[in-house]
């Protein structure tokens, strides 16, 4: 038994070290945040429509302009996964809620099982902590959440648009950000789950 952010008894294994406590991972996973959430970006804005909504993504507009908003979905499980462009949220009732930075991915327990109140601004977060040790394996079981639907979300794409039309949108990216470019976003998001 592991006890989690709210103090409750969570029951996880894993045998695997979190990524976070390994800077050559961390490196890793942080890239890989940056990039992923760019293709999002680009599927909201894709010629084939709002694809984030097509796949089941419930969108809430900010207060004053719906050019600012927030992707959410409900998981199963009873997990909630809210995507903004400046990171992701991951929640469970029964574990608590975790959020991870677009640039530097190491997950952030939050006071909240939810993304209320929602953060429009990354200066809008709430106070968030570091995960403790004894934390580990229920931090764990919320990131590995996310990289499952991370990639459940890539094989979706590239089995309705083909490998091209995510390759374009890296080519894009890697133009931008003059970054290095994790090509196969699947096998890339499997090397850290």
């Known amino acids: 038994m592991t006890l989690n952010a709210a103090g409750s008894n969570v029951s996880v294994s ?14 890793y996973a942080s890239e890989l945040s940056h990039q992923q959430l760019y293709v999002l970006g680009r599927d909201i804005e894709s010629k084939h429509g ?6 089941g ?6 207060p004053a302009s719906c050019a600012v908003s927030l992707y959410s979905f409900r998981l199963a499980g009873g997990y909630r996964l809210a995507l903004r462009g400046f990171g992701v949220f991951i929640g ?14 190491e997950p ?9 109140p929602i953060a429009w ?12 040790t ?3 394996e229920a931090a764990m079981e919320l990131v590995s959440q996310v990289f499952n639907f991370v990639q459940n979300y890539e094989s979706w794409i590239r089995d309705q648009f083909g490998k091209h039309y995510r390759i374009g949108q890296l080519a894009a990216f890697q133009r931008l950000e003059n970054n290095m470019v994790h090509w196969d976003t699947l096998q890339a998001w499997d ?3």
């Not at 045998?15 to 490196?27: G, H, M, V």
């Not at 709002?50 to 796949?55: A, D, G, S």
């Open 14 to 27: 894993t045998d695997a070290r979190p990524f976070w406590k390994d800077s050559e991972k961390l490196t």
């Open 50 to 55: 709002n694809l984030l909504m097509q796949y």
């Open 57 to 62: 993504a419930r969108k809430t507009c900010a």
């Open 92 to 105: 469970s009732n029964r574990i608590g809620g975790l959020f991870m930075h677009r640039y530097k991915i």
């Open 108 to 116: 952030r327990w939050m006071p909240n099982a939810r993304f209320e």
């Open 121 to 132: 601004l990354p200066n809008q977060m709430p106070r968030t902590r570091k995960v403790r």
């Open 134 to 136: 004894w934390e580990s």
């Open 191 to 193: 090397t850290l789950c």
